[in-house]
């Protein structure tokens, strides 16, 4: 997996994150790991729960916009959590997403919880390739 | 969007709180950015406040000013505090200065209960009111509803909720806009965002929304009459303040239409300096759409919080052994500060219809201004102002300078001067909690680390704002409240 770090001097009130991957699979697996971390302790969900997620979108940015966002509806959709995920991006534009994520279900009673995310901005939203493989940085309201 | 130091420099003081940036400091400026605020709070504000409030400047049909209340600060957007009118016929909507929780807002309940009558049940009331009022991340409430009879809430708001017995009939005219915005359009409201918040009526949600029991101590009575007419009769009155909003429909809502305006901006030419303020015209077809569903939204916000009123007075009745009514349960304001309206101003002498957003800004209409609740019609609307956890909120009531200064529009908060991570690294959720106890004061909580992110050294000095506001008279200071209980998500 790639790394991900919060960021504190952006959007004070909001939840700043800075992603890193090899590859756009392994950004968006790590993608998925960070939003989950910022909703839950994941140490405290139990994984009980697997999915598939097909998304597709006009341009990659907005694809990489879809998923996160996902991941907020699922939330609260149905209180589901999904730190792991193998991720596979392909196409040249529209872009495709296949998805295997594993997560649980929040028990109020054992699961340490965190922010409860309402949206992912556009502001300063960005992917681009780095040296190494892709970086993005994604604002989220909280 | 880069931030750049010489924003703040080309700020020049135009009265004693209020500073504005001209439109030659940043190329596509149309007016002037105004930002209100005493010279220690503007020291304070961050310096993407600066460069968020010049990007608003630029937006097409923007009249007079953009604007930024004294509780400023760096948002996504629009800055938090932003302000801005567009003409009906020729400007824009955009979802970026409403945010992404819609109608997001106050309400203000008082008691007839004094702090010595509270203060023996104060664990058995907050134990109760945190097992009645879901919060914190995947909550859900306890309202059942079927796809149809969300989109009678969706068009009905607080309204719905006196038919269904969640709402008092004289709860509604104590509520901006009666709790029913008009023009909501549920057609306009994707299938995503009935699912997401289809469960979620009646719960608080996390961050800084909360649930708190507040008294009047001695000497926080600012306005004895103005007072009176609110239903505030005395030091050790208790009251209960809630600060939520449409939760995950609105998110949904939000989200949709930013994907649409960022499309929609190429085919009307318009480019934004921040993508988050994508934009299209309000009278498009675009923009209308967004309009109905952001209204749509904005109405369960209001039903939100009066299915959350009647779970307050359930568990108020249930310890005191009282009803609600006999225990003087009444909602004294229920106000936005996340939303856009059509609203008519005068502007060059002339009354037009602006669609005026309000980005954690609280309407503060005048005495006489027809919105007005009648019974507060002599003293104007009330203004809820949320402050931290810790130190307090404040009751204001809006002015005649405000209708004529800042669109009938004031601060909503304390506003953030540092981060959550930073305020979790100084202190831990636990600790707080422990240190709030000794003091008085009862925290009940879905996430320890989101206590923590609240801490009052996380926010400017609420009476700094306020004072601010008198000073603009932009509202005027009626009764200062301190917590003694808090339910956090």
């Not at chain 1, 040249?92 to 009673?109: C, F, K, N, Q, S």
């Not at chain 2, 209340?69 to 800055?79: E, L």
């Not at chain 2, 400017?460 to 509202?475: C, E, G, M």
Request: with cysteine; proline share 4%.
């Amino acid at each position: 997996m790639g790394r991900y770090e919060f960021l504190e001097d952006v959007a004070l009130a909001d939840c700043a994150v800075e992603i890193e991957g090899r590859c756009l699979d392994d950004l968006f697996e790590t993608a998925a790991a960070a939003i989950a971390r910022l909703m839950v302790d994941p140490a405290t969900l139990a994984i009980t729960v697997e999915r598939t997620i097909n998304l597709e979108a006009p341009e990659r940015d907005m694809l990489l916009y879809d998923w996160l966002s996902e991941m907020i509806f699922l939330k609260d959709r149905d209180s589901q959590i999904f730190p792991h995920a193998r991720v596979r991006v392909t196409g040249e534009g529209p872009y495709r997403l296949t998805a295997d994520v594993h997560g649980g279900t929040i028990d109020p009673e054992h699961t340490a919880l965190g922010a409860d995310p309402k949206a992912v901005t556009f502001h300063q939203f960005a992917l681009e390739r780095a040296s190494g493989g892709w970086r993005a940085r994604v604002v989220i309201d909280i | 969007m880069k931030i750049t130091e010489s924003l703040r420099s080309t700020v020049k003081r135009v009265d004693d709180c209020i500073w504005e940036i001209p439109p030659e400091a940043k190329s596509g400026m149309l007016v002037p950015a105004r930002l209100y605020a005493s010279g220690p709070l503007l020291e304070q504000m961050d310096d993407g406040v600066f460069e968020q409030v010049a990007n608003v400047a630029c937006l097409p049909g923007i009249v007079r000013a953009s604007l930024c209340m004294p509780d400023g600060h760096w948002g996504y957007g629009f800055p938090i505090g932003g302000v801005a009118a567009f003409r009906a016929d020729s400007g824009v909507i955009s979802p970026g200065g409403i945010g992404f929780d819609i109608n997001c807002g106050m309400r203000l309940i008082r008691t007839g209960l004094t702090e010595d009558e509270v203060r023996p049940r104060l664990h058995e009331l907050i134990a109760a009111l945190f097992g009645t009022v879901p919060a914190g991340v995947g909550a859900k409430g306890f309202v059942r509803l079927s796809g149809s009879e969300f989109k009678k809430v969706m068009v009905e708001g607080a309204g719905w909720c006196v038919a269904r017995g969640y709402a008092w009939p004289e709860d509604l005219a104590h509520i901006e806009g009666r709790g029913c915005l008009p023009g909501a359009d549920p057609e306009a409201v994707s299938a995503r965002a009935l699912e997401r918040g289809m469960e979620q009526l009646g719960t608080l949600g996390s961050g800084n929304h909360y649930l708190e029991i507040q008294v009047v101590r001695p000497g926080a009575i600012h306005d004895e009459d103005a007072a009176h007419v609110l239903g505030v009769e005395g030091a050790v009155q208790v009251f209960v303040m809630l600060h939520c909003g449409s939760r995950g429909f609105g998110h949904q809502v939000g989200t949709d239409y930013l994907k649409v305006f960022d499309l929609a901006m190429k085919q009307y030419g318009i480019s934004v300096g921040d993508r988050e303020l994508a934009c299209a015209p309000f009278r498009s077809k675009e923009g209308q759409a967004y309009f109905g569903a952001m209204t749509a939204a904005a109405n369960t916000a209001f039903a939100n919080r009066q299915v959350i009123t009647h779970r307050i007075r359930e568990a108020f009745a249930k310890v005191f052994g009282r009803d609600a009514c006999a225990l003087g349960l009444g909602v004294v304001y229920d106000v936005c500060h996340n939303t856009a309206k059509l609203e008519r101003h005068v502007v060059d002498g002339r009354e037009r219809e602006l669609v005026v957003h309000r980005k954690g800004a609280t309407r503060a209409f005048g005495p006489g201004e027809p919105d007005v609740p009648a019974d507060y019609q002599e003293i104007g609307q009330p203004v809820i102002i949320g402050g931290s956890m810790e130190t307090g909120s404040a009751l204001l009531v809006g002015t005649a300078r405000a209708m004529a200064e800042t669109w009938g529009s004031t601060a909503h908060g304390a506003g953030r001067t540092m981060s959550r991570a930073q305020a979790k690294r100084r202190i831990g959720g636990e600790t707080l909690i422990k240190d709030m106890e000794a003091r008085g004061i009862i925290v009940r909580a879905a996430s320890k680390s989101g206590v923590a992110e609240e801490a009052s050294f996380a926010y400017k000095d609420l009476t700094a704002v306020v004072d601010t506001l008198h000073r603009l008279d932009i509202s005027r200071p009626v009764v200062s409240l301190t917590p003694i209980g808090n339910i956090k998500g």
